[in-house]
């Protein structure tokens, strides 16, 4: 009967309860009481007094169970599945989302149901939403036929929230470098932080007396260009007068960098644009990652309240990051052996020594084989 020793599981198929039936009933022949035989065979009794019943009423079949489970008392009824079929057909190709179905169904008076319902029939049914169409990616934003590879040419910048102290900060860093160049905290987020910020930086490089040096008016046609904010413009305007702007900044599409007081200040100083696109920070990697290692490495910073305070921590932050960290972008060396020219040399240093080394440990291998040690 396929019993083993121990209690009769809570589910047994009609031959097992036939079975125990039998058994039962010849431990009663042999004047066994019905509890005893229960007892022995380790199955309630209620149990069998049931079977029995199902038995007796429709006899061997009545011992097998129905199936398990059952429908739910508040599931759908037929005319509510066809109704949600009949929405799908009408309104799929409008709303083409399952929860919006489901509240078109209701505004329509067709079928009241939840938006899972409505997927879980339709998913039945084999039939699929159209969803939205796809939208042409954005072209990847490219480099300028004029720009050079080298420190002070490609700046990026961005601002930071520090939520404690109420305020925020802006920062610019060298693209080729990772020299972190300069930063302001503000209450404010706006133009005025950027050409303050962008002043300071172009001071600190010595970059100002290159722009108070160029000749204003043989200038006039590339500010002209620079301040349109076309490509195509500033591209013809480089062509024209043999002159290219001071250095190129890289942002992204926040009210800040797009605005016209922006534009107007970075013509002014010879520095041309480039946006990255919507919703896309890797564009703009740079200073993303300036963020986040000066966060992830300092996190005291966003738990300071004194504006004052975060301000000094920055600038200290600041120094330690360009003196003292070694960036694995640049090869590790710090941002300021890059920025001043003496990455190459110290990379350089280090592949010689690692060389000198190899070399060092084959020779005094070599001299000492067969040598007790």
Request: aromatic share 6%; net charge neutral; hydrophobic share 40%.
């Amino acid at each position: 009967m396929g019993l083993s020793a121990g209690p009769v599981p809570s589910r047994v198929d009609a031959t097992v309860k036939a079975g125990l039936l039998d058994l039962v009933a010849h431990a009663e022949r042999a004047g066994w009481s019905t509890r005893t035989a229960c007892a022995l065979l380790e199955v309630d009794q209620d149990r069998v007094a049931r079977w029995r019943a199902r038995y007796v009423a429709h006899g061997r079949d009545g011992l097998a169970d129905a199936v398990p489970g059952g429908g739910a008392v508040h599931g759908i009824l037929e005319d509510e599945r066809a109704a949600i079929i009949e929405l799908h057909a009408q309104w799929g190709e409008v709303d083409r989302s399952h929860r919006k179905l489901a509240h078109r169904g209701s505004r329509e008076q067709l079928v009241h149901v939840s938006p899972a319902t409505v997927r879980r029939v339709l998913t039945a049914e084999g039939l699929v939403l159209p969803g939205n169409p796809p939208r042409d990616p954005a072209p990847k934003p490219t480099w300028p036929p004029w720009l050079e590879w080298a420190p002070n040419r490609i700046w990026c910048y961005d601002f930071t929230h520090f939520t404690r102290a109420k305020r925020c900060a802006v920062a610019v860093i060298d693209v080729v470098s990772k020299y972190w160049l300069a930063t302001v905290v503000s209450a404010e987020e706006s133009s005025t932080q950027v050409e303050v910020c962008f002043l300071e930086a172009l001071y600190e490089q010595g970059l100002m007396a290159t722009v108070q040096a160029r000749d204003a008016e043989a200038s006039k046609v590339l500010v002209a260009a620079l301040r349109s904010g076309q490509a195509d413009a500033l591209e013809k305007a480089i062509a024209e007068t043999e002159q290219i702007p001071l250095l190129l900044t890289v942002s992204d599409n926040g009210p800040q960098m797009r605005s016209h007081s922006t534009r107007e200040f970075l013509a002014g100083v010879y520095i041309a644009q480039r946006f990255g696109r919507p919703g896309t920070p890797t564009d703009q990697p740079w200073i993303e990652s300036l963020f986040g290692h000066a966060k992830t490495e300092h996190p005291h910073l966003e738990k300071i309240t004194d504006p004052g305070i975060l301000e000094a921590e920055l600038t200290l932050v600041k120094d330690r990051y360009n003196t003292l960290r070694l960036h694995a972008g640049i090869g590790y060396v710090t941002p300021e052996d890059e920025h001043l020219g003496r990455g190459e040399q110290i990379r350089q240093a280090r592949r010689e020594g690692m060389a000198a080394a190899r070399q060092n440990r084959i020779d005094y291998r070599r001299s000492h084989q067969g040598k007790q040690s």
